[in-house]
Every structure is written in structure tokens, then in C-alpha cells.
């Protein structure tokens, strides 16, 4: 029995089945988000409101011919966006999406979860590099060595920020933090300025306007993906959907109180909450321009990491006057 | 000032270098010169009288030399000078050292016209392919663009 | 490590073939070189083979945005060459398609850097507000690319007063657009990030390299052909040349939009005092031999068209050169010591049109100097039989 719920947690809910739909009706929300915040229509005709075509357009990449560049190292090239699809899919299963109780909030959870699903996120980023690395070609090598500048300038603040909410609730367990603000539902206001440095830094994880330099394509054609198509690439953009999905999780987990009420209501509250983050790394897409690669670095070390710190400064002030 | 105080001043300064004069219209001035003249006329305009901006230089074939037309412009009129070379002999100064700007047109000249810039920054072809053939200038009136009889591609030949 | 980036000829930033290659030093552009001649067909020899009718058509297609800049040139050149004095009221119609076709270039181009930008949110803004100008053009000409309107002697439709109604309507929409796009251009930090202190131009470069067009005015140098050397009935209308002190692409995107408010205002004193009469005068077939320089002010800069005629039907010699070939030797100066990331800002900043400034050759099979069409499966036999005796070559040095 225990092997068949194992499973349906691996296959179905909340692994593969369900993160692939969802990060696909996340693809649809997000691209029909910004299609009418630019006055365009947006994905239309397949499915009910186009809801089936991020879907289309996977299989449609799927069946599409697959070639590897000739000096590219054919194993790695290949082997990558498996492997970057693999570590997201296991970061999923990190996030406490059901809360029966603390006891099972999720197929593993433990204490320090919360580092290693940051350390899992971090790792689609030198999956890109080595990506565009692998490639050869020139935009690749360019796209590839801008992925890793970016993640010296927002990698630390996003862990100073994502850190401060665990800080103030003493424990780095997901589903304790999210228990934790989830009783005290005022102190979570606390961690407001957090929030929105991880929302950028989120922003910049995921390399979406203004951070899409590493495949800025009117500077450097597809960047880290110049070389790749067909079905390595579907993956790699099922890869992106999925870790904007997970990196919406974990946002919610921390900032907004977790996913409660049962497998049910659970879902429920998980859909809702991450939509509510993805609506607004959506509009920092639209209302915003692509930055350079210097402009990020200085940005985040000038403005985000001192805010950051500023942030772990109000929780550790607020932690001594509430305990 | 107005056409003809240029073309004064023009008469006063450059003296018998000037071929001929001509003021066809308002604010478009004609100053024929001799080849070994242009740098000198061009270096005139420029710095006494203000002549910064170069729009073009149009070649034209007149057959048996190269006309060659310096399209000056500023803020009240248009001066062309124009000078011709011998088309055996298509010799020309270079004006890059006065106008920078002018290295294009000098690139384009070479390539349509064959004619030879000398002291050019930077020679290498401008809009003709590298592979051209060489000896080959479109724009001399004597080079005629034949159309090969059409081949229908899988069709009897 | 240096190495060198092709942009182009074909690259997503490019809408046309040229190639620009940059020698890069990390992120940092040390040396570029322009290579032009991809989009070349042989116009001016053409248009020696061509009546001075036919011609206007061909100038048409020398450019897609500007297309009226190209016809208005060599128009108002002929009508020099054959001594003909257009009505009034044709003029008048001349240049209100002139300027609507500013107004339509100018949003393209707002659109473009958008985008090149990377701020695509702007880019389909201006576009779609970009359709309103179309649409005008579509009604007062009855296209909307090539208007077909110049002939020698005038224009060949004439104006109602419904239409001018609805020109005059569809202005307000656009002011209150433009007022819009002037605020989020100069104010979106993100946007004015990418846009300040980028591609450079120094007034004594600007001036050096002949640049034209908005380049040179955002350098601070107020140079127009409307207001230098007026043609058609630009010394009756008032308006401002419209410059900007800053040199970088801000500064052009700031012209660029002061311009657009300055042609809504041309559009509206030329509608309100459009003079009755005929629209067009007859014009003979043949013109005396004569020569005569024509400048226009185009959307992107100076355009001066040379024209020599040799008593025939036909031109003796078409000399064209459109705006972007003037600002070539600024951009290259421009990208010198900017960032890879800015490239296609700077090369768009000049808003390049390929086709305009590249027109002279005729199509010709570059290697044997003849045109030839090979048919398929001789080609794919010709393929095989040069690649089989290779070696394959793991090795290989990079081909650039």
C-alpha cells in the first residue's frame, strides 16, 4: 500500500502529472496575462480559450527534428534538460502542498528543507550555463557565461530574503513556517520588503524581462538555447514553466502562509496563492525593459542585498521584542 | 549670406582654380574645378566657410571621362563641386582627411565606377561582393547586364 | 579573450540583411565593422532604362517606410528638370502625406527600441496606435505602404472635407497617445537605464561623419531640410526643428517624439488651410537636359537625389542617397566601447533602413558573373560531390 501511495505521490499528485499540467496552465496564464496587459488577444483557439496550447506547443516541439551541434559534447548536451527537468520535479515534492498535519506535509519534508529546495532551484542555473557552454556557439557561450554573472548578483539576496521569514519562525522546515505565519497571520506584514526583493530576485531566477539576458534575442539570437530544438528544447521550456511554479511555491510557502486544509482545499490554496505570485512577476514582465548584465550585478548588490539585510535586521529586531 | 556672396567670395578666394560658376536655381550652387583643385576647394568650404556637411558625391559616366559631383550642404545653401577625371586614368584625391564621413561614398564609387581613391582609410569594396569579378563596374554606361535565356527548372533544356 | 560576434546578415534583431561584426572583449565591443551589399538591386542602373513615370514607382520601392521621402525627391527634381510649377493644393496634399508618413515612421521606430529594449510592452503599444496613421493613409491614398499618390506635376487624388474631418478626429487619439508615449519613454526606469548615456555621438563627431536625421539633431546640431532649404510648402508652414543635447539614444528617442508633436501640428495648419484648386498639371514626356540636386527631409534624415536628364524620356543618371547610408560611418563610431547589449539599441537608434541605403547592383550570380538558375537535384548532386571528399573535422577552428 505504502508503495502505491509513494507512487501516485511521484506520478500523480503532486509529481509528475499534475506539476506537468499545471506549469502548463501556468504557461497559458502567464502568456495570456501579458498578451492583454500589451492590448493583444493572446493564446485563443486551442482549447477552451486557448487553454491547450502551451500543450500543443510541447508536443509540437516534440515531434520536431532534434539536432546536436557537431562540436557540441553530445552526452551533456543531450543528458541536460533531463536532468534540469528531474531537479525540478524533485524540488516540487519539497513543497508542503497538502497539511494534514505536521507530522506528513508532503512526501519528504524534514528539517532544512527549506535549503535545499533553494539549492535545488539554483541548480537549473548552471544547467543553463552548461547548457550554453556545451553548445559551442559563440551566443551560447555569451548567454551562458551572462547566466552565471546574473546568479552572482541575485542568488544572495534572494536567500537573505527567502531566509528572514525562517528566521523570525525559528525553524528552517517549510511546513513549520508556514504553520507558523499561519497563526500569526499579522506577522507575516513583517516580512513585506522580503517578499518583494524575492519577487524580483524570483524574477531574475527565472530569467524573464527584465532579466532575459542570458536569451536576450535581439542581442545574442536564443542565447543559452540557440543550439538547442526539437524535444531537448521542449524540455528545457517545460523545465522553466515547472521552476516557475515551484519558485511561486516556495514563495507562498514562505511569505504567504503555506497551503492549508487537507489534499483538497490544499490544492485549492496552492493554485490560488502561486497564480497571485505569478500574476505579479507577470507584470513586472510587462511593465518593464530588459536591463544589461552590469546594470543587474550593480542593482542587486547596491539596492536588493543592503534591503535584504535590512530586511534580516527588522526580523531579528522583531523576533527580541515578541519573544 | 546668400548665393551670391558665396559665389564672391568663392570667385575671390579661390580665384582661377574656378572652371566655371553656376546658380541653376536657389540655394544650389555649381563650382566646376580641376581634379588637383578638389582637396584645396574642399579644404576652402570646409573650414572658411563652414561647409561641414558632405551629403553625397555623385559619379556620373560622360563617356570618355568620370564626372564627379561633391554635394556640399549647411544651413542656407547646397554647393556642388564638380570636378572630372579621364576615364583611362580614373585617378582621385582622397577627402577623408578633411571629411571623415566621406569614406563611404568614396567605397561606392570605387566599386560602380572603378575609379581609383587614393589615400582611402579603408578600400575594401562596399557593396559589390567580395567574390565580384573584377573589371566589372555597373554603373559605366558601357556595361550592359544581359539576361541569361530563362531555365525552367525540370523542364526540357 | 577576444573574439569576434556576427550580428547578421541574418539575426533577430535585423529586419534586413547586413552584417555587422564586432570584435568583443567579454561584454565590451573594441572594434565594429559594417558590411553592406545583401539587399542590392540595381536601381540606379535600372532606372536609367526607365521613362521618367515609371521611375517615380521605382523610387517608390526603394523603401517601404518611407516610400513617399523617395518619390517626393525625385519628384519635385523632375518637376524642376521640365519646368513645371504644381498647383497650390497639390503641394499641400504632398506634404500632408509627408508628414503622416513622419508621424508613421516615428511610432515604428518608438516601437523598435522598444523592443530592442527588450520592452516589449511598449512595442505593441506603439504599433497598434501606429494603425490609426495607416489607416488615414489608407483613406487619403488608398494604400497603405506605397501610396502611389506623387506624379510629376502634383498628386493624383484630391482631398473631401469628410476625410479631412476624420484626419482631424483621428489627430486628438494620437496627441493623447504621443503625450502618453513621451511620458513612459522618458520616465520607465528600466527603460531610461537602457536608453541613457548609450551610443554616444559627440557634436563635433556628429558633424565630422555627416550624420543626418534625428542622429545628428540629438547631438545638438539643428539641421533639417524643411528648415534649411524648404521645398513644397514647408516656408509657409511654421513649425520648430526639434534637437536634443544629451547625443545618446535617449536624446534620439526625445527628438523623435518632439517631432511627432511637431507634425501633428503641420498636419492640422495644412489641413485647416488647404487652398482650393487642381490638384495636378499635365507634364510632358521628355525633359531638356538639365541637372538638379533634390533634398528632402525624410523620416530618418536628409535624402538628396541627383537627377540628369539628356533630353529623352528617360534619366541620363539617378544618383539616390537615402538617410541611412549617411549615418553608417556614425553608428560604427557609436559602437565602439559600448556593451554587446547595446548593439542593437545603437544600430536601431539611427533606424536603419537596408534597403534604402543599398540599391545599386543588379542581380548577378557572384561567382561567374552570370545568372543562372540550377536546377534542384543538380544541386544536391553538386552538394554531395563537394562535401564527400572531406575529412570530417572534429578539430575545426571556429569559422569566423
Known sequence: MATVKTLIYLVIYPGLLFLFLYSTFVEWYDRKLYARLQNRMGPRHTGRFGLLQPIADFFKLMSKEDIVPDRADRKMFSALPAVGLAIVFTAMLLLPVWNYSLDRPSVISFNGDLIVLLYLLSLPTFIFFLAGWSSTNLFSTIGGARVLTMLFGYEVPLFLAVLSPAVLANSWRLAEIAAFYRQRPALSLVNLLGFVIALICVQAKLERTPFDIPHAETEIVGGTFTEYSGKKLALFRLMMDAEMVVAAGLLATVFLGGFPGGALLGLVNFIIKTLVVIFFLSLIRATTSRIRVDQVVSF???????????QLLIVILVKGLIS | MNDQTLIDKAKASLGDKVLDITNPAPRRIFIKLKVDDLLAAVNWLKNEMGFTHLATITGVDLGQAFELIYHFANSFTCVNLRTEIPRDNPLLPSICQLIPGAVLYERELQDMFGIVVQNIPDGRPLVLPDDWPAGNYPLRKDWKYERPPEVIPGGKR | MKF???????HPALKEPISLRMTVEGEIIRDADIRLGYNHRGLEKLAEQKTWIQNIYLTERICGICSHSHTTCYVQGVEKLMELEPPKRGLYIRTLVAELERVHSHLLWLGVAGHEAGFD????????DREIVMDILEIITGNRVHYGINTIGGVRRDLDEQQIKHILDSLSVLRQRSEYYKHLGTNEPSFV???????YLSREDAIALCAVGPTLRAS??????????PYAVYDEVPFEVCTAETGDVLGRTVVRIKELFQCYNIIEYLLKNLPSGPVAVRAPRRAKPNEVVSRYEAPRG???????????DKPERLKVRAP??????ATIKMLKNGFIADVPLIFAAIDPCICCAERAVSLVDARTGQEKIIVMNDLKRLSRRLSAGNIRKREAEWPL
Open chain 3, 4 to 10: 569576434q560576434i556576427p550580428i547578421g546578415p541574418q
Open chain 3, 302 to 312: 536628409e535624402n538628396i537625389h541627383y537627377i540628369k536628364s539628356n533630353g529623352t
Open chain 3, 193 to 199: 537605464a537602457r536608453l541613457a548615456g548609450v551610443g
Open chain 3, 121 to 128: 510592452s511598449f512595442f505593441m503599444y506603439t504599433w497598434r
Open chain 1, 300 to 310: 542587486a548588490w547596491k539596492y536588493l542585498a543592503p534591503l535584504a539585510i535590512l
Open chain 3, 324 to 329: 541611412t547610408l549617411g549615418n553608417y560611418a
Open chain 3, 220 to 229: 545638438g546640431v539643428p539641421m533639417d531640410v524643411r528648415k534649411d532649404d
